[in-house]
């Protein structure tokens, strides 16, 4: 009995971790969309791949998940720039391209 509680309480928490995990991601996706167009560059492949991920606690106190995605853009469609995206939860934290004119963009809350 014992066994079985465990192994569905085991299956809930990674189902949860991994609900979060994909509305991160599509929040981390529309984050980089929104800072491309605003400095008229063009996001590639339309995704983000996780980098590194960390346990911390947002402003409100609460734990949760620091993610960092990086992602790549195109400012002449000829290069291919890298840029970096940190979500607190499902809020992206900052952001940054790899631009000389855009250093590091700080997203507030």
């Known amino acids: 009995m014992n ?6 309480l085991l299956i809930g928490l ?3 971790y991994w609900q979060s995990s994909l509305r991160a991601r599509e929040r981390a996706v529309q984050a980089c969309i929104r800072a491309c167009q605003e400095y008229d560059v ?15 606690r ?3 106190g609460r734990l949760g998940f620091r993610r ?8 002449n469609g000829d290069d ?4 970096t995206v940190v979500m607190l939860g499902n ?8 631009l000389p004119i855009a250093p590091t ?3 507030v809350q």
Do not use: C, K, N
């Open 105 to 107: 963009l700080e997203l």
């Open 42 to 56: 063009q996001f590639l492949d339309q995704s983000v791949q996780m980098a590194r991920i960390r346990v911390a």
């Open 58 to 60: 947002s402003s409100g």
């Open 14 to 16: 990674v189902a949860l």
């Open 91 to 98: 809020r992206p934290e900052s952001m940054h391209l790899d």
């Open 68 to 75: 960092w995605y990086g992602f790549e853009f195109s400012s």
């Open 80 to 83: 291919r720039r890298v840029g």
């Open 3 to 8: 066994t079985t509680l465990f192994t569905l």
